[in-house]
C-alpha cells in the first residue's frame, strides 16, 4: 500500500481553489499584524511527530476489543501505514517502535523501506508491564522496582537489548515506562521501591550510546491503583538527575491527575533543561489516549504556548523527541491519527502566533486583561489554511482526511491484507 502522488495531487484540484481563497486572506491579515507567515509555514514543515507501532491497529479496553479489519500485522505493514500518514500530512516522518514486538527479523529491509518513505526511527519503546511468552521471571509484581533481583535484572537485561535493536535502526533514544506500583497500602516500601528503579536505571544507562537520551515517564495510577513508582515529573526528574546528562523527563499529556496545569510543568523542566520528550493524546477523566485536541484544545493551546516559548529562549533544553500516544476503540486508527495530527499542527501554529514581545510588555506592566488578550487572540485565529499550505508545499494533502476517503484507502488495505488481522503489541 503506498500512495502516489499523483493521487494526492488529483485531489488537491478540488480543493485548489478554496484553500487558496482562505490562505490570501489569512495570510494578509497576519502579515499586516506583523507576522512573518512564510517562517511559520517552515516551522510547521520541519515540525515531525512520531507515530508509535501499537497505534495502528484496534485498541481496546478491559471490556473488549473491536477490529477495523485490514490492520497490520507485521512491522513493514506498520511502516507501510505510517507513510501513508506521512505521504498526506507530511508530519509523521518517524516511526516509535515497541519491542519485542517489532524486532526486525530483516534490519537492511526495513531501513530502507522507512528511508524511501522519509521515515525515521524515533526513541524505543522496552516493555517490561506484561511477562513475555517464555520469560524466566515475572513482573507480576514490578519490573526495575521488585523486590527480587533476578527480576530486576532480567527487566535491566530487556532494556539494554531494546538500546541494541534502536541502535542498528539508527534510533537516538530509549523510553522506559514502568507499570510498576502497588495497588493497596502497606504492598511496597515507597524507599525500596524507588532506590531499586533509580539502580536499575543506572545500570540500563550505563548501556546507552554516547548520542543517546533516556527518556523516563510518569503515571499516576493505573495499572497499579495505590501508587506508582514513578508518579510524576518529581519522580522522574530525580530519576534522570540521579542517571545523569542524557536521562531527561518525558511528559504523557495523559498521565496526570484531573486539571494538572501540564503547560507549568513543561514550562519549568525545560528552563531545567531537563524535558526530553512529549507524547500527544486527550483525555476527559484520566489517561483516555483520545484523539488528540478532541477535549481540551485550549489546554493543549496552552502548553505548545509553553513549549514555543521553551525552543526559543532554552538552549539549554535539547530538542524534544515527540510521539502521539493514543489508542483508537471507535475510530479508523488512521483517520484518528490524522485528526491528531492535524489538532497538533494546529496548536503548534496557533502558539507561533503569539506575540512574545507584547506579552512581555504586558505582564512587566501587570497588565492581566492584556496578557489574557494576546493568548486568546492567538488562539481564536483560524490557522487551518496555513496548515494547508504547509502540506501542500511539501507534496501533501490540502485535506488529508478528504483524501484519505476519496481514494478508499481502508478499503484497500482490507482488500490487500484481508479482513480479520489483528496488530500485534497492543
Ligand atoms: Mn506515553
Redesign the pocket.
Known amino acids: 500500500m503506498k500512495i502516489q502522488k499523483d493521487q494526492i495531487l488529483g485531489c488537491n484540484k478540488s480543493e485548489i481553489e478554496n484553500h487558496k481563497e482562505n490562505f490570501d486572506f489569512l495570510s494578509h491579515k497576519l502579515n499586516k499584524q506583523g507576522h512573518d507567515v512564510n517562517s511559520i509555514l517552515t516551522m510547521l514543515a520541519d515540525f515531525q511527530v512520531a507515530i508509535p507501532s501499537w497505534a495502528l491497529g484496534a485498541g481496546g479496553t478491559r471490556f473488549g476489543r473491536f477490529s477495523f479489519f485490514g490492520e497490520p500485522s507485521s512491522l513493514e505493514q506498520k511502516i507501510e501505514d505510517i507513510g501513508v500518514l506521512h505521504s498526506l500530512t507530511q508530519t509523521a516522518g518517524g516511526v516509535s517502535l515497541h519491542i519485542p514486538w517489532d524486532i526486525p527479523s530483516d534490519y537492511n529491509a526495513i531501513k530502507e523501506q522507512a528511508n524511501i518513505l522519509n521515515i525515521k526511527f524515533d526513541a524505543v519503546n522496552s516493555n517490561t508491564f506484561q511477562d513475555q511468552k517464555n520469560a524466566k521471571e515475572t513482573y507480576k509484581y514490578g519490573s526495575l522496582s521488585n523486590t527480587s533481583k533476578a527480576v530486576r535484572e532480567q527487566a535491566i537485561q530487556h532494556n539494554l537489548e531494546v538500546i541494541k535493536i534502536g541502535d542498528k535502526l539508527g534510533s537516538k533514544a530509549l523510553t522506559v ?1 514502568l507499570a510498576d506500583g502497588s495497588c493497596f497500602p502497606g504492598q511496597n516500601n515507597f524507599q525500596t521501591a524507588f532506590q531499586n528503579t533509580q539502580d536499575s536505571l543506572i545500570d540500563i544507562y550505563k548501556g546507552l550510546p554516547d548520542d543517546w537520551k533516556m527518556l523516563v ?1 510518569y503515571k499516576p495510577y493505573e495499572p497499579n491503583f495505590y501508587s506508582t513508582v514513578i508518579q510524576d515529573w518529581g519522580a522522574s526528574l530525580m530519576l534522570a538527575n540521579g542517571c545523569g546528562d542524557k536521562a531527561y523527563t518525558l511528559v ?1 499529556l ?2 496526570h491527575l484531573p486539571n494538572s496545569n501540564i503547560e507549568q510543568i513543561v514550562s519549568i523542566l525545560q528552563l531545567k533543561g531537563k524535558l526530553g520528550g512529549f ?1 500527544f493524546n486527550d483525555s476527559k477523566y484520566g489517561d483516555d489516549d483520545l484523539t488528540v485536541g478532541s477535549i481540551k484544545p485550549y489546554a493543549l493551546f496552552l502548553i505548545f504556548n509553553e513549549l514555543v516559548y521553551g525552543m526559543a529562549n532554552n538552549p539549554q533544553n535539547p530538542d524534544l523527541a515527540w510521539m502521539i ?1 493514543a489508542s483508537h476503540n471507535v475510530k479508523d486508527p488512521l483517520e484518528d491519527l490524522i485528526q491528531s495530527l492535524e489538532a497538533i499542527q494546529e496548536a503548534y501554529a496557533k502558539a507561533l502566533l503569539v506575540n512574545q514581545d507584547e506579552l512581555k510588555a504586558a505582564q512587566l506592566n501587570n497588565d492581566v486583561v492584556k496578557c489574557q488578550e494576546i493568548i486568546q487572540g492567538a488562539y481564536r485565529t483560524d490557522v487551518r489554511p496555513l496548515l494547508e499550505n504547509a502540506r501542500l508545499n511539501s507534496g501533501g494533502a490540502i485535506s488529508p482526511l478528504n483524501t484519505y476517503r476519496t481514494l478508499d484507502i481502508r478499503g484497500q488495505l482490507i482488500k490487500e491484507r484481508g479482513k480479520n488481522t489483528v496488530a500485534t503489541g497492543l
Open positions: 515506562w515517564e504523557d495523559g498521565h507524547h500516544d
